[in-house]
Protein backbone atom coordinates (compact mmCIF):
# COMPACT_ATOMS: atom_id res chain seq x y z
CA UNK A 1 0.00 0.00 0.00
CA UNK A 2 1.50 3.69 -0.49
CA UNK A 3 1.13 6.90 0.83
CA UNK A 4 -1.58 8.15 -1.03
CA UNK A 5 -3.51 4.84 -1.41
CA UNK A 6 -3.20 5.00 2.65
CA UNK A 7 -4.01 8.57 3.21
CA UNK A 8 -7.08 8.47 0.68
CA UNK A 9 -8.47 5.12 1.87
CA UNK A 10 -12.06 5.76 3.85
CA UNK A 11 -11.09 2.75 6.85
CA UNK A 12 -7.77 3.40 7.38
CA UNK A 13 -7.31 0.40 10.33
CA UNK A 14 -3.96 0.62 11.04
CA UNK A 15 -3.70 -1.84 14.20
CA UNK A 16 -6.18 -4.29 12.64
CA UNK A 17 -4.11 -6.83 11.44
CA UNK A 18 -1.71 -7.12 14.10
CA UNK A 19 -2.75 -5.34 17.27
CA UNK A 20 -0.08 -2.79 17.17
CA UNK A 21 3.03 -5.93 17.27
CA UNK A 22 3.93 -4.86 14.12
CA UNK A 23 5.06 -1.47 15.92
CA UNK A 24 7.22 -2.95 18.42
CA UNK A 25 9.36 -4.52 15.47
CA UNK A 26 10.14 -0.84 13.68
CA UNK A 27 12.74 1.54 14.17
CA UNK A 28 12.39 4.55 16.18
CA UNK A 29 11.72 6.69 12.66
CA UNK A 30 9.49 4.16 11.19
CA UNK A 31 7.24 4.74 14.79
CA UNK A 32 7.58 8.57 13.90
CA UNK A 33 6.24 8.35 10.24
CA UNK A 34 3.56 5.39 11.00
CA UNK A 35 2.32 8.20 13.99
CA UNK A 36 2.29 11.45 11.32
CA UNK A 37 0.91 8.88 8.36
CA UNK A 38 -2.11 8.42 10.95
CA UNK A 39 -2.33 11.25 12.01
CA UNK A 40 -2.40 12.70 8.77
CA UNK A 41 -5.09 9.83 7.71
CA UNK A 42 -7.34 10.99 10.41
CA UNK A 43 -7.13 14.88 9.36
CA UNK A 44 -7.70 13.81 6.05
CA UNK A 45 -10.93 12.07 7.54
CA UNK A 46 -12.01 15.36 8.59
CA UNK A 47 -11.41 17.15 5.82
CA UNK A 48 -13.67 14.91 3.76
CA UNK A 49 -16.58 14.64 6.30
CA UNK A 50 -16.40 18.56 6.71
CA UNK A 51 -16.40 19.14 3.12
CA UNK A 52 -19.55 17.25 3.03
CA UNK A 53 -21.08 18.23 5.68
CA UNK A 54 -20.14 22.22 5.71
CA UNK A 55 -23.48 22.81 7.42
CA UNK A 56 -22.27 20.62 10.47
CA UNK A 57 -18.80 21.36 10.71
CA UNK A 58 -17.93 23.66 13.90
CA UNK A 59 -13.62 23.86 13.91
CA UNK A 60 -12.60 24.58 11.40
CA UNK A 61 -9.77 26.86 12.61
CA UNK A 62 -8.07 24.20 14.12
CA UNK A 63 -8.13 21.84 11.70
CA UNK A 64 -6.76 24.44 8.81
CA UNK A 65 -4.55 25.72 11.65
CA UNK A 66 -3.20 21.83 12.18
CA UNK A 67 -2.71 21.48 8.44
CA UNK A 68 -0.54 24.25 7.80
CA UNK A 69 1.74 22.99 10.28
CA UNK A 70 2.01 19.67 8.84
CA UNK A 71 2.57 21.62 5.26
CA UNK A 72 5.13 24.11 6.54
CA UNK A 73 6.83 20.97 8.55
CA UNK A 74 9.20 18.76 5.80
CA UNK A 75 9.20 15.02 6.68
CA UNK A 76 11.50 13.51 8.13
CA UNK A 77 14.21 12.26 5.22
CA UNK A 78 14.56 9.02 7.33
CA UNK A 79 10.71 7.84 6.59
CA UNK A 80 11.08 7.56 2.73
CA UNK A 81 13.25 5.57 0.69
CA UNK A 82 12.65 7.46 -2.30
CA UNK A 83 12.69 11.27 -2.74
CA UNK A 84 9.49 10.65 -4.90
CA UNK A 85 7.84 9.15 -1.68
CA UNK A 86 9.02 12.63 0.36
CA UNK A 87 7.42 14.26 -2.72
CA UNK A 88 4.36 12.45 -2.51
CA UNK A 89 3.79 13.06 1.18
CA UNK A 90 4.10 16.56 0.94
CA UNK A 91 1.96 16.63 -2.35
CA UNK A 92 -0.99 14.64 -0.14
CA UNK A 93 -0.70 17.15 2.64
CA UNK A 94 -0.82 20.22 0.82
CA UNK A 95 -3.81 19.36 -1.06
CA UNK A 96 -5.46 18.40 2.25
CA UNK A 97 -4.42 22.27 3.57
CA UNK A 98 -5.67 23.47 0.21
CA UNK A 99 -9.15 21.78 0.77
CA UNK A 100 -9.17 22.87 4.20
CA UNK A 101 -8.71 26.55 3.32
CA UNK A 102 -11.91 26.26 0.87
CA UNK A 103 -13.61 25.73 4.27
CA UNK A 104 -12.22 28.90 6.13
Known sequence: MTVEE???AERFN????C???ATR???????AYYRAAYRVHEIARRV????????LASDTASLLAELKDWD?????DEWFETKGQGLQWRRIVSELHQQALVLS
Open 14 to 17: PCGK
Open 6 to 8: MLR
Open 72 to 76: DRPPA
Open 25 to 31: RLTEEQI
Open 19 to 21: GGY
Open 48 to 55: RWTLAHRD
